[in-house]
């Protein structure tokens, strides 16, 4: 390994090495003839990994006031629906400047419940008397789709849109096809309140993605669906 006056020497495992500046090791083939140089560093976690540090941003009395909420996040705008003695509106801010927010009421064809829009290819989805509605601003809302009774939107991997109805999980790319999704057990235990949904890549092959979509069925029984996508068709 090299010395910190530039010379190498061989390493002995009664060594003690400093590696507050990284430290270059040569490794040599039993021949001498091919060697290969590393340069090692040793990473030292400066924050407590189980500690989680929340910064006030902003104090906005208004937002302890607010009912159903969900904040989503496009690009770096972020939408925060929320609804307030009936009348739903959408606070818009920025990952920029999350200090400030902007209020604007809800038009159109209004979402049944704010808290169960989801973000898919650059617009916004939920539910309203079975139809599916979108918006692509947050603000003025109006129907996508009323092929289906739609009961509320779950979910979206990358290139799939994941809608809940009576008869079952139905999935659709662009809205003209609908397939309903093959269940390993009855629709009734498919969640119906409190649910989240989770989509991500695989670590080892990035053509498929996982979705988990977890929640409370209709006589509240916890359950979790889990499925494994092929995003390349």
């Known amino acids: 390994y090299r010395l910190t006056s530039g010379n190498d020497t061989l390493y002995s495992l009664s060594d003690s090495l400093d590696f507050t500046n990284p430290q270059i090791f040569t490794c040599y083939a039993y021949s001498?003839?091919?060697?290969?140089?590393?340069?090692?560093?040793?990473?030292?976690?400066?924050?407590?990994?189980?500690?989680?540090?929340?910064?006030?941003?902003?104090?906005?009395?208004?937002?302890?006031?607010?009912?159903?909420?969900?904040?989503?996040?496009?690009?770096s705008d972020l939408f925060l629906f929320a609804e307030k003695e009936g009348n739903k509106s959408v606070f818009l801010s920025s990952t920029n400047s999350a200090e400030a927010w902007k209020v604007q009421s809800l038009r159109g064809d209004v979402p049944d419940d704010v808290s169960q829009i989801v973000c898919y290819k650059e617009a916004f989805y939920a539910t309203k008397?079975?139809?599916?509605?979108?918006?692509?601003?947050?603000?003025?809302?109006?129907?996508?789709?009323?092929?289906?009774?739609?009961?509320?939107?779950?979910?979206?991997?990358?290139?799939?849109l994941f809608v809940k109805s009576p008869d079952g999980l139905l999935n659709t790319s662009d809205f003209l096809t609908w397939t309903f999704d093959e269940l390993d057990s009855s629709v009734d235990l498919l969640p119906n309140t409190d649910c989240s949904f989770v989509c991500t890549p695989m670590n080892f092959n990035t053509n498929f993605e996982y979705v988990l979509w977890a929640g409370r069925t209709a006589d509240g029984q916890n359950v979790l669906w889990k499925n494994t996508l092929d995003i390349t068709g």
């Open 129 to 160: 008397n079975g139809a599916l509605v979108l918006s692509v601003d947050g603000i003025l809302w109006s129907i996508a789709s009323s092929a289906h009774f739609f009961d509320f939107v779950i979910g979206c991997s990358s290139n799939l």
């Open 32 to 75: 001498g003839k091919a060697k290969k140089t590393y340069t090692v560093r040793v990473n030292v976690r400066k924050v407590d990994p189980d500690h989680f540090v929340w910064n006030c941003v902003a104090e906005n009395a208004e937002f302890a006031a607010l009912e159903r909420l969900k904040l989503l996040r496009r690009h």
